[in-house]
């Protein structure tokens, strides 16, 4: 996924709010199942959702007013219950910015711990 950063993306010094990444992280996951035949909207439709269980980010290099972000995702594991989301993120020179993972648990509608659909699990073998 691109992602163009904006005058809003950053901080005081132009550089990217580090938060922020965690929002590209999840509009390039939610590409990455649209991509697969999943859209987050359907599954939430059929009760199906996602909880972060865990969340980590390796900042290695600001990203900048202007610059154009690669964030590139794949799933790492998972398991009857979770998915394991990889990331690496470079700038538009090919520098890397940052790696990042993201460990979701599937819940229903209630919040309890749901078993993954055979349909997200025949996706995430493609």
């Known amino acids: 996924m691109k992602k163009r950063i904006y005058y809003h993306d950053t901080d005081f010094s132009g550089a990217?709010?580090?938060a922020n990444y965690l929002k590209y992280l999840e509009e390039a996951r939610s590409e990455y199942l649209e991509a697969r035949g999943l859209t987050v909207k359907a599954?939430?439709?059929k009760?199906?959702?996602f909880?972060?269980?865990r969340q980590e980010m390796e900042y290695k290099f600001p990203?900048?007013?202007g610059d154009i972000l690669e964030v590139q995702v794949g799933v790492k594991e998972y398991t009857p219950y979770r998915i394991v989301f990889a990331y690496t993120l470079h700038n538009q020179d090919g520098k890397l910015?940052?790696?990042a993972e993201?460990?979701?648990v599937c819940v229903g509608r209630d919040l309890k711990l749901l078993e993954l659909p055979e349909e997200i699990k025949a996706a995430l073998r493609q």
Do not use: N
């Open 16 to 18: 990217v709010y580090h």
């Open 43 to 45: 599954l939430l439709e």
């Open 102 to 104: 993201t460990d979701l």
């Open 51 to 53: 909880a972060v269980r």
């Open 47 to 49: 009760g199906i959702g």
């Open 63 to 65: 990203a900048f007013f």
């Open 97 to 99: 910015l940052g790696k």
